[in-house]
């Protein structure tokens, strides 16, 4: 059995007075909440008041992106390390914003990897295909490409696997959860030819437009093992309605 894995990634929103003040609504809602990991991604700059707001609750804190370098001459850049330092358990590497704006090529999305479960951190790794391949009939192709390059080298421990198809992001445009589950299907078939029955314990993330309406009806099927959520994950209510789906049919 999967445990379900439902992630807020809050992309460039909220302030550290935003960010302490959803914990202070969100955390003590959640409480109870024991059958899922429930994982809050705030920007870097609110990460120290996240750790701080969120040390002895059940709610894990993530970063939404990392360096693959150690330490260094590098402007801007975040280490593996500290964000392992400040409380991060996780990290998002691979966002189709980050490949898209920032030029995370396959080959860096799989050092930034690298990198992290080097340091000990779990990796949410995003892939997903954009409108113009799908509709090409290249939704697969480009799966099998982002999987086999982005997890070269890289053993399954502490991986969760995020399909966000760029389509869904942001638009209000849900994969259907048939859509959702075949291309899930898909991705656990190629995990499986990487790591044989392990693929069976990693989860899959649906993300793109979740809602507290639309997800029950993505986490009934069989290979959605939970959801990265963008837009309604920064209301404190509808996150709270996400992460206590119902998870029936
Ligand atoms: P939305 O939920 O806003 O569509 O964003 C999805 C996403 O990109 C999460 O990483």
Redo the contacts with the bound molecule.
Sequence with gaps: MRKPFIAA?W?MNKTSSETREFISGFVPAVKDVTDVDIVLAPPFTSLAIASENLKNTNVLLAAQDIFYEEKGAYTGEVSPLMLIDIGCKYV?IG???RRQYFNDTDEVVNKKIIAAKKAGLGVIF?IGESLAERDAGKTFEVLQREIINGLKGIDEKDIVV?Y?PLW????GKTATPEQAQEAHAYIRERLGILYGNNADEIRILY????TPENMNSLMVCNDVDGA??????LKVESFIKIVTFRGEQ
Excluded: D, P, Q, R
Excluded at 207 to 210: D, I
């Design positions: 990634n992309k998002i966002h189709s914003e995003c995020a966000e869904a992001i942001g638009t993300g793109g437009s979740v990265l959520v963008g837009g309604a994950s």
